[in-house]
């Protein structure tokens, strides 16, 4: 008899990547900043695929517009912060997973503080904001700690235009297209002239090839300061099938890595 079988919630993925794989999973640390439409069910698929040590970075709360697209977001959990709601989760789904809580926003000061503390072995890049999103891409890359970042959600339908690929190579996505251009631009990266055109940038990305529909609210004039203003679900309108399909992608990615970093073959 086996001294330490292995729990029948995890037996199913115990089936496709074997113990050893099982046992990478629960020995690898991954920090997902961002918890919202992306990031919580980016989480929960971590947290179901036995993942052992999850690091959740925000400083937001559930708010009933959350509702249609995040995981944690129900009418029991409205007011409560995004990365409570989702360790109360994380606690019925796997209660030896290890889950810790950073009540911050990740911005371009505090990103080195925040990876050199909770050393994560993946680093899950769920937010919306450019600069942030460069700072996490060279503190990273400055780290040698692999990096997933997603693009935008907002204002997307086709699921089945789901791309994963390096950034040098992403479409129709504003967000990234903004991060790519400040990374050339500022940080020395190679440009889109011919001869670089196909040339990485060395960060795993997971973006949708459709252009985002843009409200015909935006079209209005007259409308205002009531416009809907930057890259966020909230202000280009939301689909849970678009948010949770990029969500798993990115899940599913750090699995992979996992895998192939510990030579598992399955």
Known sequence: ????????????????????????????????????????????????????????VDMDHVAESNINRQVHALDNTLGMSKISALKDRITLIQQDCEVVLVDDFVTSENVKDIT??????????????????????????????????????????????????????VQNDNLLKRVRDLLRKEHGYPSSSEFYRSQPMGI??????????????????????????????????????????MGFALAQLALNHVITKHNIII
């Open 1 to 56: 008899m086996l001294n330490n079988p292995t729990p029948r919630r995890l037996t199913s993925i115990e089936r496709i990547y074997g113990h050893k794989g099982l046992e990478a999973f629960k020995n690898t640390s991954v920090l997902i900043a961002g918890v919202g439409g992306v990031g919580s069910w980016c989480v929960e698929a971590l947290a179901r695929s036995g993942i052992g040590r999850i690091v959740m």
């Open 116 to 169: 050199t503390t909770y050393k994560p072995d993946i680093f899950i890049d769920c937010i919306d904001d450019a600069r942030a999103k460069v700072a996490i891409a060279l503190t990273c890359a400055d780290q040698d700690l692999h990096l997933i970042m997603a693009g935008g959600a907002g204002g997307k339908t086709d699921i089945f235009s789901l791309h994963t690929s390096d950034l040098a190579q």
């Open 204 to 245: 795993t990305t997971v973006w949708f090839k459709q252009k985002a529909m843009m409200p015909s609210l935006w079209s209005n004039p007259s409308d205002g300061p009531n416009t809907p203003q930057g890259l966020s679900c909230a202000g280009y309108g939301s689909l849970v099938t678009v948010t949770g399909t």
